[in-house]
């Protein structure tokens, strides 16, 4: 009888000792990825906004270049979701810090190329499509854009999928990627239409020498 209840003292020992463990962990874990999450989407947003204002004016910015629509905040709130569900049933799927690291430095680089893009190219930058051609309104090729024509959307591409490699997300991760290519792919078309219009063949001769930025969108 002693016997059995000093196997059944230990079992309730280590079975206490590995949850303590599990539940160190899981607040770890969940502070940094969820912090890193927060501080990044932030950051993005409201530096968009603040650059917009800066190149263009106040008086000529609206609430739109957060850049946060109602479809932005549904795709967020699934990813949340997604990552909440996750690590509740399977939170060692959260513990593979290499791909965690791996997304916030793709979310690092998606963060520079977006913002060099938007700096390099100043006030000929928007955040909607011009559809009438302005003064002002000229083709940048210098800078990062010899090496891509839209670093804008390439830049917020790797950004979008970086996030959710941060929060070790593999369904977020195709969705992620999914969507954001087709919505890229569709705008590529449409502000291309127009560039070609305002253009010409200086946009023509651009776009043949210089890829888009974005696999399989020429």
């Known amino acids: 009888m002693l016997y059995r209840f000093d196997i059944l003292s230990l079992k309730l020992l280590f079975r206490s000792i590995s949850k303590s463990k599990m539940l160190e962990m899981f607040g770890y874990t969940a502070i940094r990825q969820l912090s890193q999450m927060i501080a990044s989407v932030a950051f993005f947003h409201s ?8 190149i263009h004016g106040r008086s000529n910015v609206t609430l739109s270049s957060l850049l946060i629509s109602k479809q932005y905040v549904l795709a967020m709130g ?29 979310v690092l680089i998606g963060e520079v190329i977006r913002k060099a893009a938007v700096i390099t190219a100043d006030r000929a930058f ?9 003064d002002q309104h000229e083709l940048v090729t210098h800078g990062i ?49 127009y560039l070609r219009q305002f253009f010409g063949s200086q946009y023509e001769e651009y776009s043949r020498r210089v890829p888009s930025g974005l696999p399989f969108i020429k």
């Open 47 to 54: 530096s968009e906004y603040v650059l917009a204002v800066a």
């Open 78 to 106: 699934c990813s949340f979701l997604e990552y909440f569900l996750e690590i509740l049933l399977l939170p060692w799927l959260k513990e593979y810090w290499w791909i965690s690291n791996t997304g916030l430095a793709l």
């Open 126 to 134: 928007t955040h909607m499509i011009k559809v009438r051609h302005e």
């Open 145 to 193: 854009y010899r090496f891509v024509r839209h670093p804008g959307y390439s830049g917020f591409f790797i950004w979008a999928i970086g996030t959710q490699i941060m929060l070790c997300n593999p369904i977020c991760i195709v969705t992620f990627m999914l969507v954001t290519w087709r919505f890229f792919s569709t705008r590529i078309r449409y502000e291309e239409y």
